[in-house]
């Protein structure tokens, strides 16, 4: 098969000895001598970029702001929709690296290098460019559901759009192009990407290992600000990835090992940093294609390794909780590093639900987007099946007596995990260190250490678990059986104290806001908040049903 010079072909990339990688290289280089196939570091192509494609009340973009049920455009932001293609190949792991697929099963029926591709980008952006921060964060856009997820925008929008920062999310699978020519055949016949999924109803596709190719040509595309690029005429400073849940296992892979070998024309890095969040370590490569794209359980891949740009690597409870149920599921656990070729934070966040309610919202992103995907009204939304969820129509409810999603404001950390990379590479000042959640090993399955409240002990401290109203509970069961029940395990749910309980802890409601407060302001002492996230806390203290 003949390939480009800008493809990966293993001949071809065995041949690229340019001098500007050797700096890349001696930063990044693996101990083990590198197997003779492995793919070695090579400058990606850019992506041919189509748009923007215009919206209408009657053909608008999927998940974008003021249209249909999604919330309006924020205050002094415009958003832009695009297509991009390309051409990608596929991944497996070698004992040393990684190398294109060989030899090309039968069932990647497209081959395993060239494969052609054209995706969409969404770009949510300050309408005046003066106001623009430099900064840009890209996040392959969450497809757990069968379609796309913005986790990071919803969460951290609010922080985007103060400091004038551009997020920019492109849709990362094969089946979510199948979703949305399916969606608005006519806005996205341009599409494509083959969905050829192993098994029915999967929504991994054999396809889809050129993401990883796909992540690398788009931030070079935005870091260059070439022509091409929608940003042209800006000053990017910053380009950041960032993901969530399975996106976030993208983001750590990422970083973890294509951080290495996909590179900048004169070998420097694409991205400058990474905030993987919601993921138990690097996700499969080939997505199943072959038994090498998945690591050994004794692959030191399965940890951050070193690489010339910083992590800060953030989860919530639930994924340590899911985490000790399997024997590699905390595998990905390390120690934080401060050298300059392997800057590394991970930050696990006692309380926080790997899907939760953060603002209280009326209907969060993802209740949005499921009904958008299946053309129906929020009210008309059918029932997720958890345990502790109402089982009727519309926007999803608690029982009574439980508040869920969990509202806990995993976004506050958040927060200061994007403000704290960008010092970090802007100034060198590393943030802070945050302790893991405790594990007792000594039951079979480990279980999290709980307090006398019933909330994990250890991890990222906030006033939520230190001056507790709830025990909040990181994973939901499934009551009825649902096409997305699946996730409940995902949803956290909150048991409020009774006055009783409430009126042993604090003498009366100032006396819990003071406590709280107190707390607050530790949090933004220690790294782990912001201000303007505490003073909302604060706020949201003083309206508490606290006696």
């Given at each position: ?157 609010e922080l985007f759009t103060a400091n004038g920062d551009i997020f920019i999310g492109w849709s990362s699978k094969s089946v979510i192009i199948n979703a949305l020519r399916q969606w608005n055949p006519a806005r996205y016949a341009a599409l494509h990407w083959d969905y050829l999924p192993f098994t029915p109803g999967s929504n991994s596709g054999v396809n889809d290992g050129i993401t990883f190719d796909i992540a690398a040509q788009i931030g070079a595309l ?136 953060d603002f209280d919202e009326e209907a969060p992103a993802i209740e949005r987007d499921a009904a958008q995907i299946q053309k129906l009204q929020l009210a008309d939304s059918p029932p997720l099946g958890c345990a502790h969820q109402e089982f009727v129509n519309g926007l999803i409810h608690g029982i009574p007596g439980v508040i869920t999603p969990d509202n806990f404001p995993f976004s506050s950390v958040q927060n200061a995990a994007f403000h704290g990379l ?126």
């Amino acid at each position: 098969m003949q390939c480009s010079d800008v493809q990966l072909c293993p001949r071809t990339v065995r041949r690229r000895r340019a001098a500007g990688l050797a700096a890349a290289i001696a930063v990044i280089a693996p101990a083990a001598i590198a197997a003779a196939d492995d793919v070695q570091p090579f400058a990606v192509a850019l992506p041919a970029v189509t748009g923007p494609i215009p919206s209408t009340p009657d053909s608008f973009g999927f998940a974008i702001e003021g249209f249909d049920v999604q919330p309006p455009v924020p205050d002094g932001y415009v958003i832009e929709e695009f297509l991009v293609a390309g051409v990608g190949s596929l991944y497996e792991f070698t004992p040393t690296g990684i190398r294109v697929v060989s030899p090309c099963p039968a069932a990647a029926t497209s081959g395993c290098t060239n494969i052609p591709y054209t995706t969409r980008m969404i770009v949510k952006r300050p309408r005046r460019d003066r106001e623009f921060s430099g900064t840009v964060v890209i996040e392959p856009l969450n497809p757990s559901g069968g379609f796309d997820i913005a986790a990071v925008w919803d969460r951290s929008r609010e922080l985007f759009t103060a400091n004038g920062d551009i997020f920019i999310g492109w849709s990362s699978k094969s089946v979510i192009i199948n979703a949305l020519r399916q969606w608005n055949p006519a806005r996205y016949a341009a599409l494509h990407w083959d969905y050829l999924p192993f098994t029915p109803g999967s929504n991994s596709g054999v396809n889809d290992g050129i993401t990883f190719d796909i992540a690398a040509q788009i931030g070079a595309l935005i870091k260059t600000g070439g022509r091409g690029s929608p940003l042209h005429g800006l000053r990017v400073r910053h380009v950041i990835e960032s993901g969530f849940s399975q996106d976030g296992g993208f983001t750590f892979t990422q970083a973890d090992v294509f951080h290495a070998i996909e590179r900048m024309p004169g070998g420097g890095p694409i991205y400058d940093g990474y905030v993987p969040m919601g993921t138990n370590g690097p996700s499969n490569i080939n997505f199943g294609l072959t038994p090498a794209g998945a690591l050994a359980a004794t692959d030191p891949r399965r940890k951050m390794q070193p690489r010339d740009a910083p992590v800060i690597h953030i989860d919530t409870e639930t994924e340590i909780f899911l985490g000790t149920l399997s024997p590699t599921g905390l595998l990905f656990r390390r120690p934080d590093g401060d050298a300059r070729g392997d800057r590394y934070r991970i930050w696990e966040v006692p309380g926080a639900a790997h899907v939760s309610n953060d603002f209280d919202e009326e209907a969060p992103a993802i209740e949005r987007d499921a009904a958008q995907i299946q053309k129906l009204q929020l009210a008309d939304s059918p029932p997720l099946g958890c345990a502790h969820q109402e089982f009727v129509n519309g926007l999803i409810h608690g029982i009574p007596g439980v508040i869920t999603p969990d509202n806990f404001p995993f976004s506050s950390v958040q927060n200061a995990a994007f403000h704290g990379l960008v010092r970090w590479i802007e100034t060198g000042i590393a943030p802070a260190h945050g302790a893991p959640i405790q594990i007792d090993a000594t039951t079979t399955p480990p279980h999290i250490v709980r307090d006398v409240q019933g909330n994990a002990v250890g991890g990222v401290r906030t006033p939520f678990v230190d001056v507790p109203i709830t025990t909040y509970v990181p994973s939901d069961t499934v009551a009825h059986a649902t096409a997305q029940s699946g996730f409940c395990v995902l949803y956290g749910y909150n048991l409020p104290f009774d006055a009783a309980k409430l009126q042993s802890l604090y003498r009366n409601h100032g006396d819990y806001v003071s406590q709280f407060a107190r707390s607050a302001i530790q949090a933004v002492a220690d790294g782990f908040w912001l201000v303007p996230d505490a003073i909302h806390a604060i706020e949201r203290a003083a309206r508490s049903d606290v006696p």
